[in-house]
């Protein structure tokens, strides 16, 4: 059974884990623009960032026969310093509209306030403008508060919640996700967030539709396997397989793929080839022999 990751932020991972999941079946990953753990001082970094992500890192999985697709915002967390904020608005619609982009985002809310209001607005115009589907942020804190606020102010800027991917849903807010017509993707984490054992009550309760099983892998304690484990689970607690195809690979595909960017033809057939360079570089390291050919 295929996988898609999507919500991995591959660029605080190691090598070792696209081996890992290549392994384990995972055929794509979606990296969204996030907070990198401390400030941004300018939007000269923010942009080597999305060139990293855009580029070196689409790369690298590809190595392992890992297909890498994007999603570009500024998160929510750096729209509270407005002259960062600002600038980086001015440069996101080139890296907008660049290959291997399937969404606007992760955006949305953190502490809900004024700035992160306006900077979600503006991008929201945005996926508009460029008509891309949009992976949301919901705040860890007053989650219920801040997912129907997003949602709200989603639909008051006319942009279809059937392109609209709210993450971080749990019990709390799935039946209000769900009722108004998003996507509802859910953040399979060791400790927080939801649990593949929650994960699995939820699928018995809500059935396979719209839902979304994602890793939100990162540089915190989470684990990149988190899809086929969580998929692993569904199956020995005896969830129909095409429900769990849903869920952990088929959902991912349908709403990103609305980007025009993602569709099984990207990874059909798709071989490895470690001869390759980016800039110059290998990923391989001591004299490895490349591997080439391997599906």
């Given at each position: 059974?295929?996988?898609?990751?999507?919500?991995?932020?591959?660029?605080?991972?190691?090598?070792?884990?696209?081996?890992?999941?290549?392994?384990?079946?995972?055929?794509?990953?979606?990296?969204?623009?996030?907070?990198?753990?401390?400030?941004?001082?300018?939007?000269?970094?923010?942009?080597?960032?999305?060139?990293?992500?855009?580029?070196?890192?689409?790369?690298?999985?590809?190595?392992?026969?890992?297909?890498?697709?994007?999603?570009?915002?500024?998160?929510?967390?750096?729209?509270?310093?407005?002259?960062?904020?600002?600038?980086?608005?001015?440069?996101?619609?080139?890296?907008?509209?660049?290959?291997?982009?399937?969404?606007i985002g992760e955006i949305g809310y953190d502490e809900q306030t004024?700035?992160?209001?306006?900077?979600?607005?503006?991008?929201?115009?945005?996926?508009?403008?460029?008509?891309?589907?949009?992976?949301?942020?919901?705040?860890?804190?007053?989650?219920?508060?801040?997912?129907?606020?997003?949602?709200?102010?989603?639909?008051?800027?006319?942009?279809?919640?059937?392109?609209?991917?709210?993450?971080?849903?749990?019990?709390?807010?799935?039946?209000?996700?769900?009722?108004?017509?998003?996507?509802?993707?859910?953040?399979?984490?060791?400790?927080?967030?939801?649990?593949?054992?929650?994960?699995?009550?939820?699928?018995?309760?809500?059935?396979?539709?719209?839902?979304?099983?994602?890793?939100?892998?990162?540089?915190?304690?989470?684990?990149?396997?988190?899809?086929?484990?969580?998929?692993?689970?569904?199956?020995?607690?005896?969830?129909?397989?095409?429900?769990?195809?849903?869920?952990?690979?088929?959902?991912?595909?349908?709403?990103?793929?609305?980007?025009?960017?993602?569709?099984?033809?990207?990874?059909?057939?798709?071989?490895?080839?470690?001869?390759?360079?980016?800039?110059?570089?290998?990923?391989?390291?001591?004299?490895?022999?490349?591997?080439?050919?391997?599906?």
């Amino acid at each position: 059974m295929p996988f898609i990751d999507p919500h991995a932020h591959m660029i605080s991972r190691t090598t070792s884990c696209y081996e890992a999941m290549a392994a384990a079946g995972v055929v794509a990953v979606i990296e969204p623009a996030f907070w990198i753990g401390q400030p941004r001082t300018n939007a000269g970094s923010y942009a080597d960032y999305l060139s990293h992500i855009l580029g070196f890192e689409r790369f690298r999985a590809s190595q392992f026969g890992v297909r890498h697709y994007c999603c570009i915002g500024l998160n929510s967390k750096e729209a509270n310093n407005e002259p960062l904020a600002e600038a980086v608005m001015e440069i996101l619609p080139r890296f907008a509209a660049k290959e291997g982009v399937v969404a606007i985002g992760e955006i949305g809310y953190d502490e809900q306030t004024a700035l992160e209001d306006k900077y979600f607005r503006l991008q929201l115009d945005l996926a508009r403008e460029m008509d891309l589907p949009v992976m949301i942020h919901t705040p860890h804190r007053d989650k219920k508060r801040g997912a129907s606020r997003s949602m709200d102010v989603i639909l008051e800027h006319k942009v279809d919640p059937g392109r609209v991917v709210i993450d971080h849903v749990n019990e709390e807010t799935i039946t209000e996700v769900k009722d108004r017509g998003f996507w509802a993707a859910f953040s399979i984490y060791p400790h927080s967030k939801m649990t593949a054992e929650r994960m699995v009550s939820l699928v018995k309760t809500f059935g396979p539709e719209r839902l979304i099983v994602d890793s939100a892998c990162d540089w915190g304690i989470s684990d990149p396997l988190s899809v086929p484990k969580t998929a692993a689970l569904m199956l020995k607690q005896g969830i129909d397989a095409e429900a769990v195809r849903l869920v952990t690979y088929a959902n991912a595909l349908e709403v990103y793929g609305k980007s025009g960017q993602m569709s099984e033809a990207d990874w059909a057939g798709a071989t490895v080839d470690q001869r390759e360079r980016y800039e110059g570089n290998t990923i391989l390291r001591g004299g490895q022999t490349p591997v080439v050919g391997r599906d």
